[in-house]
Protein backbone atom coordinates (compact mmCIF):
# COMPACT_ATOMS: atom_id res chain seq x y z
CA UNK A 1 0.00 0.00 0.00
CA UNK A 2 1.15 3.73 -0.83
CA UNK A 3 1.82 5.49 2.45
CA UNK A 4 -1.06 7.99 3.02
CA UNK A 5 -0.07 11.64 2.54
CA UNK A 6 -3.00 13.87 3.01
CA UNK A 7 -3.30 17.35 2.87
CA UNK A 8 -4.06 18.81 6.61
CA UNK A 9 -4.82 22.42 5.95
CA UNK A 10 -1.22 23.28 7.13
CA UNK A 11 0.51 21.73 3.98
CA UNK A 12 0.47 18.21 3.03
CA UNK A 13 1.57 15.65 5.71
CA UNK A 14 3.02 12.05 5.73
CA UNK A 15 0.11 9.94 7.71
CA UNK A 16 2.38 7.14 9.40
CA UNK A 17 -0.74 5.32 11.52
CA UNK A 18 -3.92 5.53 10.50
CA UNK A 19 -7.05 4.14 11.65
CA UNK A 20 -9.98 3.75 9.75
CA UNK A 21 -13.72 2.85 10.74
CA UNK A 22 -12.78 1.32 13.54
CA UNK A 23 -15.41 -0.74 15.33
CA UNK A 24 -14.62 -3.19 18.59
CA UNK A 25 -16.78 -4.72 20.45
CA UNK A 26 -16.41 -6.70 23.63
CA UNK A 27 -19.58 -8.66 24.18
CA UNK A 28 -22.23 -6.46 23.53
CA UNK A 29 -20.52 -3.84 24.54
CA UNK A 30 -19.11 -1.56 22.18
CA UNK A 31 -15.68 -0.26 23.66
CA UNK A 32 -14.83 1.44 19.63
CA UNK A 33 -17.28 3.35 17.08
CA UNK A 34 -16.49 4.26 14.01
CA UNK A 35 -12.90 5.53 15.22
CA UNK A 36 -11.03 6.89 11.90
CA UNK A 37 -7.20 8.98 12.82
CA UNK A 38 -4.40 9.80 10.46
CA UNK A 39 -1.74 10.41 12.70
CA UNK A 40 1.43 12.39 11.27
CA UNK A 41 5.14 11.28 11.33
CA UNK A 42 6.64 12.58 13.82
CA UNK A 43 4.12 13.11 16.09
CA UNK A 44 3.63 12.71 19.74
CA UNK A 45 -0.32 12.01 19.95
CA UNK A 46 -2.34 12.44 23.46
CA UNK A 47 -5.76 9.99 23.46
CA UNK A 48 -7.29 11.87 26.45
CA UNK A 49 -10.52 10.93 27.65
CA UNK A 50 -12.41 9.61 30.97
CA UNK A 51 -11.97 6.08 32.28
CA UNK A 52 -13.95 3.37 29.98
CA UNK A 53 -14.19 5.74 26.51
CA UNK A 54 -11.89 3.23 24.95
CA UNK A 55 -8.52 5.22 24.97
CA UNK A 56 -6.72 2.00 25.96
CA UNK A 57 -8.85 -0.04 23.15
CA UNK A 58 -7.25 2.12 20.44
CA UNK A 59 -3.94 1.84 21.47
CA UNK A 60 -3.78 -1.88 21.54
CA UNK A 61 -5.66 -2.44 18.65
CA UNK A 62 -2.05 -0.68 17.13
CA UNK A 63 -0.13 -2.53 18.80
CA UNK A 64 -2.30 -6.00 17.68
CA UNK A 65 -3.21 -6.87 21.40
CA UNK A 66 -6.43 -6.11 20.49
CA UNK A 67 -8.41 -6.93 16.63
CA UNK A 68 -10.89 -4.78 15.14
CA UNK A 69 -14.32 -6.26 14.26
CA UNK A 70 -14.19 -3.88 11.56
CA UNK A 71 -11.89 -1.73 9.80
CA UNK A 72 -8.53 -1.36 9.07
CA UNK A 73 -5.38 -0.15 10.76
CA UNK A 74 -2.01 0.89 8.60
CA UNK A 75 1.40 1.74 9.92
CA UNK A 76 3.74 3.30 7.16
CA UNK A 77 0.97 2.64 4.41
CA UNK A 78 0.35 -1.37 5.12
CA UNK A 79 -2.17 -2.50 6.19
CA UNK A 80 -1.48 -4.86 9.79
CA UNK A 81 -4.77 -5.91 10.38
CA UNK A 82 -3.22 -9.71 10.61
CA UNK A 83 0.43 -8.83 11.89
CA UNK A 84 1.55 -10.25 14.56
CA UNK A 85 2.41 -7.31 17.60
CA UNK A 86 6.11 -8.74 17.44
CA UNK A 87 5.98 -7.75 13.68
CA UNK A 88 4.67 -4.37 13.56
CA UNK A 89 7.55 -2.47 14.37
CA UNK A 90 6.07 -0.94 17.89
CA UNK A 91 7.81 -0.52 21.44
CA UNK A 92 4.92 -0.41 24.01
CA UNK A 93 5.22 0.98 27.50
CA UNK A 94 2.89 0.65 29.60
CA UNK A 95 1.80 1.81 33.44
CA UNK A 96 3.32 0.03 35.47
CA UNK A 97 7.24 -0.38 34.72
CA UNK A 98 6.88 -4.44 34.72
CA UNK A 99 10.89 -4.29 34.59
CA UNK A 100 12.16 -7.68 35.49
CA UNK A 101 12.89 -7.84 39.27
CA UNK A 102 15.71 -10.00 38.90
CA UNK A 103 17.54 -8.33 35.81
CA UNK A 104 19.69 -5.35 36.02
CA UNK A 105 19.41 -2.15 34.09
CA UNK A 106 21.27 -3.45 31.22
CA UNK A 107 19.84 -7.04 31.10
CA UNK A 108 16.63 -5.05 31.21
CA UNK A 109 17.25 -2.66 28.45
CA UNK A 110 18.85 -5.19 26.45
CA UNK A 111 16.00 -8.18 26.85
CA UNK A 112 14.39 -7.23 23.72
CA UNK A 113 17.78 -7.53 21.52
CA UNK A 114 18.52 -10.47 23.55
CA UNK A 115 15.09 -12.42 23.00
CA UNK A 116 15.65 -11.68 18.85
CA UNK A 117 19.50 -13.34 19.09
CA UNK A 118 21.20 -9.82 18.15
CA UNK A 119 25.14 -10.10 18.16
CA UNK A 120 26.51 -9.45 21.66
CA UNK A 121 28.56 -6.58 20.43
CA UNK A 122 25.61 -4.67 18.85
CA UNK A 123 23.63 -5.19 21.95
CA UNK A 124 26.54 -3.66 24.21
CA UNK A 125 27.04 -0.84 21.78
CA UNK A 126 22.64 -0.10 21.41
CA UNK A 127 22.37 -0.47 25.35
CA UNK A 128 24.96 1.98 25.81
CA UNK A 129 23.42 4.56 23.79
CA UNK A 130 20.45 4.06 25.33
CA UNK A 131 21.79 4.39 28.68
CA UNK A 132 23.36 7.38 27.86
CA UNK A 133 19.74 8.91 26.65
CA UNK A 134 18.06 8.19 29.34
CA UNK A 135 20.73 9.74 31.77
CA UNK A 136 21.44 6.88 33.69
CA UNK A 137 25.37 6.16 32.40
CA UNK A 138 27.13 4.51 35.93
CA UNK A 139 23.55 2.71 37.02
CA UNK A 140 23.89 -0.41 34.41
CA UNK A 141 24.80 -2.75 36.93
CA UNK A 142 21.92 -1.98 39.70
CA UNK A 143 18.43 -3.70 39.90
CA UNK A 144 14.93 -2.01 39.90
CA UNK A 145 14.69 -2.47 43.59
CA UNK A 146 17.63 0.02 43.44
CA UNK A 147 16.00 2.84 41.47
CA UNK A 148 13.62 5.39 41.88
CA UNK A 149 10.24 5.42 40.17
CA UNK A 150 10.95 8.01 37.57
CA UNK A 151 14.50 5.90 36.91
CA UNK A 152 12.31 2.53 36.50
CA UNK A 153 10.08 4.62 34.44
CA UNK A 154 12.90 5.96 32.19
CA UNK A 155 14.06 2.55 31.82
CA UNK A 156 11.14 0.76 30.83
CA UNK A 157 11.12 3.82 27.64
CA UNK A 158 14.64 2.71 26.96
CA UNK A 159 14.00 -1.06 26.51
CA UNK A 160 11.07 -0.35 24.60
CA UNK A 161 13.53 2.13 22.41
CA UNK A 162 16.00 -0.38 22.08
CA UNK A 163 14.82 -2.78 18.83
CA UNK A 164 14.71 0.69 17.27
CA UNK A 165 10.63 0.54 16.92
CA UNK A 166 8.88 2.92 14.36
CA UNK A 167 6.05 3.64 16.99
CA UNK A 168 6.24 4.10 20.46
CA UNK A 169 2.95 3.37 22.27
CA UNK A 170 2.74 4.21 25.83
CA UNK A 171 -0.10 3.67 28.36
CA UNK A 172 -0.73 6.14 31.08
CA UNK A 173 3.12 6.44 31.56
CA UNK A 174 3.43 8.55 34.47
CA UNK A 175 0.45 6.70 36.45
CA UNK A 176 2.49 5.42 39.09
CA UNK A 177 4.80 8.24 39.70
CA UNK A 178 4.61 11.15 42.20
CA UNK A 179 3.66 14.70 41.17
CA UNK A 180 7.27 16.48 41.23
CA UNK A 181 8.96 13.75 39.64
CA UNK A 182 6.27 13.16 36.93
CA UNK A 183 6.39 16.81 35.96
CA UNK A 184 10.16 16.42 35.37
CA UNK A 185 9.59 12.87 33.56
CA UNK A 186 7.02 14.43 31.13
CA UNK A 187 9.08 17.40 30.11
CA UNK A 188 12.23 15.01 29.77
CA UNK A 189 9.68 12.37 27.82
CA UNK A 190 8.63 14.82 25.55
CA UNK A 191 12.08 16.40 24.61
CA UNK A 192 14.09 12.51 24.25
CA UNK A 193 10.84 11.71 21.98
CA UNK A 194 11.38 15.00 19.96
CA UNK A 195 15.21 14.64 19.79
CA UNK A 196 14.76 10.75 18.60
CA UNK A 197 11.83 11.83 16.07
CA UNK A 198 9.74 8.63 16.78
CA UNK A 199 6.06 8.53 16.50
CA UNK A 200 4.31 8.38 19.69
CA UNK A 201 1.09 7.85 20.47
CA UNK A 202 -0.06 7.79 24.85
CA UNK A 203 -2.70 7.17 26.59
CA UNK A 204 -4.06 9.72 29.29
CA UNK A 205 -7.02 10.61 31.46
CA UNK A 206 -5.27 13.61 32.48
CA UNK A 207 -5.28 16.88 30.61
CA UNK A 208 -2.98 18.70 31.67
CA UNK A 209 -0.37 15.92 31.11
CA UNK A 210 -1.79 16.14 27.14
CA UNK A 211 -2.18 20.06 26.99
CA UNK A 212 1.17 20.09 28.19
CA UNK A 213 3.09 17.57 26.33
CA UNK A 214 1.11 16.80 22.70
CA UNK A 215 1.54 17.90 19.56
CA UNK A 216 -2.12 16.52 18.62
CA UNK A 217 -4.77 15.65 21.08
CA UNK A 218 -7.19 13.20 20.38
CA UNK A 219 -10.35 13.02 22.42
CA UNK A 220 -12.57 10.52 23.08
CA UNK A 221 -15.91 9.77 25.08
CA UNK A 222 -17.84 6.86 24.89
CA UNK A 223 -15.76 4.53 22.03
CA UNK A 224 -16.02 7.49 19.75
CA UNK A 225 -13.61 10.33 18.82
CA UNK A 226 -14.68 13.76 19.80
CA UNK A 227 -12.17 15.73 18.27
CA UNK A 228 -8.89 15.60 16.99
CA UNK A 229 -6.40 18.85 17.13
CA UNK A 230 -3.71 20.71 18.84
CA UNK A 231 -3.44 21.66 22.51
CA UNK A 232 -4.24 25.23 21.80
CA UNK A 233 -7.40 24.46 19.40
CA UNK A 234 -9.02 21.77 21.34
CA UNK A 235 -8.68 24.17 24.57
CA UNK A 236 -9.77 27.43 23.20
CA UNK A 237 -11.97 25.93 20.49
CA UNK A 238 -13.81 22.95 21.53
CA UNK A 239 -16.07 21.43 18.18
CA UNK A 240 -18.38 19.67 20.67
CA UNK A 241 -20.55 19.89 24.22
CA UNK A 242 -18.43 17.31 25.97
CA UNK A 243 -14.70 18.96 24.66
CA UNK A 244 -15.69 22.27 26.64
CA UNK A 245 -16.70 20.78 29.80
CA UNK A 246 -14.10 18.13 29.97
CA UNK A 247 -11.05 20.35 29.16
CA UNK A 248 -10.50 23.38 31.66
CA UNK A 249 -12.29 23.76 34.47
CA UNK A 250 -15.36 25.75 33.95
CA UNK A 251 -18.74 26.69 36.04
CA UNK A 252 -21.80 25.38 34.24
CA UNK A 253 -24.77 27.80 34.30
CA UNK A 254 -28.33 27.86 33.46
CA UNK A 255 -29.76 31.21 32.54
CA UNK A 256 -26.90 32.80 31.47
CA UNK A 257 -28.94 35.55 29.88
CA UNK A 258 -29.40 37.31 33.05
CA UNK A 259 -25.53 38.48 32.71
CA UNK A 260 -24.49 41.50 31.28
CA UNK A 261 -23.90 41.54 28.05
CA UNK A 262 -25.05 37.85 27.09
CA UNK A 263 -28.43 37.50 25.12
CA UNK A 264 -30.96 34.74 25.05
CA UNK A 265 -29.87 32.17 22.17
CA UNK A 266 -32.67 30.21 20.79
CA UNK A 267 -32.51 26.60 22.30
CA UNK A 268 -29.30 27.62 24.19
CA UNK A 269 -29.88 26.45 28.39
CA UNK A 270 -26.64 26.17 29.83
CA UNK A 271 -23.21 27.70 29.45
CA UNK A 272 -19.90 27.48 30.47
CA UNK A 273 -17.72 29.99 32.52
CA UNK A 274 -14.28 29.57 32.57
CA UNK A 275 -12.15 30.74 35.31
CA UNK A 276 -9.83 32.73 32.93
CA UNK A 277 -12.98 34.45 31.09
CA UNK A 278 -13.90 35.98 33.99
CA UNK A 279 -11.60 38.82 36.24
CA UNK A 280 -12.30 40.59 39.74
CA UNK A 281 -11.78 43.92 41.26
CA UNK A 282 -12.33 45.74 44.34
CA UNK A 283 -15.79 47.33 44.53
CA UNK A 284 -16.25 50.29 42.26
CA UNK A 285 -13.05 50.51 40.98
CA UNK A 286 -13.48 49.11 37.31
CA UNK A 287 -14.39 51.94 35.39
CA UNK A 288 -14.35 50.18 31.63
CA UNK A 289 -16.72 48.32 30.68
CA UNK A 290 -18.94 49.67 33.52
CA UNK A 291 -22.55 49.26 31.84
CA UNK A 292 -21.45 45.07 31.97
CA UNK A 293 -20.25 44.65 35.25
CA UNK A 294 -21.87 42.75 37.87
CA UNK A 295 -21.95 42.64 41.51
CA UNK A 296 -20.61 39.69 43.18
CA UNK A 297 -19.50 38.47 46.29
CA UNK A 298 -16.54 36.13 47.28
CA UNK A 299 -17.62 32.79 48.98
CA UNK A 300 -14.61 30.73 48.71
CA UNK A 301 -11.10 31.15 48.31
CA UNK A 302 -8.31 28.39 47.35
CA UNK A 303 -4.93 28.81 47.20
CA UNK A 304 -3.72 27.26 44.44
CA UNK A 305 0.08 27.63 44.26
CA UNK A 306 0.74 29.78 41.48
CA UNK A 307 -2.82 31.60 41.68
CA UNK A 308 -6.33 31.57 43.93
CA UNK A 309 -9.17 29.98 42.76
CA UNK A 310 -12.00 32.47 43.73
CA UNK A 311 -15.85 31.23 43.59
CA UNK A 312 -17.60 34.38 43.62
CA UNK A 313 -21.51 34.32 43.99
CA UNK A 314 -23.65 36.75 41.25
CA UNK A 315 -27.24 36.60 42.46
CA UNK A 316 -28.09 33.19 41.52
CA UNK A 317 -25.14 32.41 39.75
CA UNK A 318 -21.96 30.70 41.46
CA UNK A 319 -18.67 31.15 39.53
CA UNK A 320 -15.12 30.41 40.04
CA UNK A 321 -12.57 32.87 38.56
CA UNK A 322 -8.93 32.91 38.81
CA UNK A 323 -7.36 35.46 40.49
CA UNK A 324 -3.38 36.26 40.56
CA UNK A 325 -1.50 35.76 43.97
CA UNK A 326 0.24 39.45 43.74
CA UNK A 327 -3.39 41.13 43.00
CA UNK A 328 -5.86 42.83 45.05
CA UNK A 329 -5.97 40.49 48.97
CA UNK A 330 -9.28 39.73 48.81
CA UNK A 331 -11.18 38.07 51.88
CA UNK A 332 -14.32 35.55 52.02
CA UNK A 333 -17.40 38.01 51.86
CA UNK A 334 -16.14 40.85 50.11
CA UNK A 335 -18.11 42.65 47.36
CA UNK A 336 -16.47 42.71 44.06
CA UNK A 337 -16.81 43.98 41.01
CA UNK A 338 -16.86 41.14 38.24
CA UNK A 339 -16.04 41.73 34.73
CA UNK A 340 -17.18 38.12 32.24
CA UNK A 341 -15.31 38.75 29.10
CA UNK A 342 -17.09 35.76 27.24
CA UNK A 343 -18.98 32.39 27.55
CA UNK A 344 -19.17 29.29 26.17
CA UNK A 345 -22.83 28.08 25.17
CA UNK A 346 -23.90 24.69 23.30
CA UNK A 347 -26.84 23.27 22.37
CA UNK A 348 -27.02 19.36 21.87
CA UNK A 349 -24.02 19.10 18.52
CA UNK A 350 -22.42 22.71 19.14
CA UNK A 351 -20.57 24.66 21.15
CA UNK A 352 -20.47 28.52 20.13
CA UNK A 353 -17.88 31.23 22.34
CA UNK A 354 -19.67 34.61 22.87
CA UNK A 355 -17.93 37.73 23.66
CA UNK A 356 -19.82 39.91 26.46
CA UNK A 357 -21.94 42.61 23.97
CA UNK A 358 -20.46 45.40 25.77
CA UNK A 359 -16.79 44.71 25.97
CA UNK A 360 -16.75 44.17 21.50
CA UNK A 361 -18.45 44.83 18.49
CA UNK A 362 -18.41 41.24 16.98
CA UNK A 363 -20.68 38.87 19.43
CA UNK A 364 -21.01 35.14 18.13
CA UNK A 365 -18.47 32.72 16.18
CA UNK A 366 -19.15 29.54 15.00
CA UNK A 367 -16.61 27.15 16.22
P1 LIG B 1 -9.18 3.74 31.47
O1 LIG B 1 -8.68 5.17 31.47
O2 LIG B 1 -10.03 3.46 32.67
O3 LIG B 1 -8.10 2.74 31.24
P2 LIG B 1 -10.00 3.65 28.69
O4 LIG B 1 -10.55 4.90 28.12
O5 LIG B 1 -8.60 3.31 28.35
O6 LIG B 1 -10.23 3.63 30.25
P3 LIG B 1 -10.66 1.06 27.65
O7 LIG B 1 -9.68 0.35 28.53
O8 LIG B 1 -10.35 1.18 26.22
O9 LIG B 1 -10.98 2.51 28.23
O10 LIG B 1 -12.06 0.34 27.83
C1 LIG B 1 -13.23 0.79 27.16
C2 LIG B 1 -14.38 -0.03 27.66
O11 LIG B 1 -14.24 -1.38 27.21
C3 LIG B 1 -14.49 -0.08 29.18
O12 LIG B 1 -15.84 0.05 29.54
C4 LIG B 1 -13.96 -1.44 29.55
O13 LIG B 1 -14.61 -1.95 30.69
C5 LIG B 1 -14.29 -2.27 28.31
N1 LIG B 1 -13.28 -3.31 28.10
C6 LIG B 1 -11.97 -3.12 27.87
N2 LIG B 1 -11.33 -4.31 27.69
C7 LIG B 1 -12.28 -5.26 27.84
C8 LIG B 1 -12.26 -6.69 27.77
N3 LIG B 1 -11.14 -7.37 27.50
N4 LIG B 1 -13.43 -7.33 27.98
C9 LIG B 1 -14.57 -6.67 28.21
N5 LIG B 1 -14.66 -5.32 28.28
C10 LIG B 1 -13.53 -4.63 28.10
Redesign the pocket.
Known amino acids: MIPLIIDTGRGRKYMYVSLSNIYKN ?2 D ?1 Q ?1 SKDVSLSIEKGNLVALL ?1 P ?7 ILRMIAGLETPDRGDICINGTRVNDVAPADRGIGFLFQSYALFRYMTVFDNIAFGLTVKKVAKEEIRRRVTELIELIGLSGLEDRYPSQLSGGQRQRVAFARALAPNPEVLLLDEPFAAIDAKVKEELRMWLRNTIQQIGITTIF ?1 T ?1 DQEEALEMADQIVV ?1 NKGRIEQVGTPQEIYCNPETPFVAKFLGKSSVVEGYDVLKGFQKIDNVKEALIRPEYISIHPQGSLHRYRSVVELGHIEHILFKGNRLEVTVRIGELVLVANHTIDGHAFKVGDAVDVLISRICIYDETDTYLVENEGMNTSSLFYI
Not at 51 to 57: A, R
Open positions: YGFAGSGSGKTTVHT
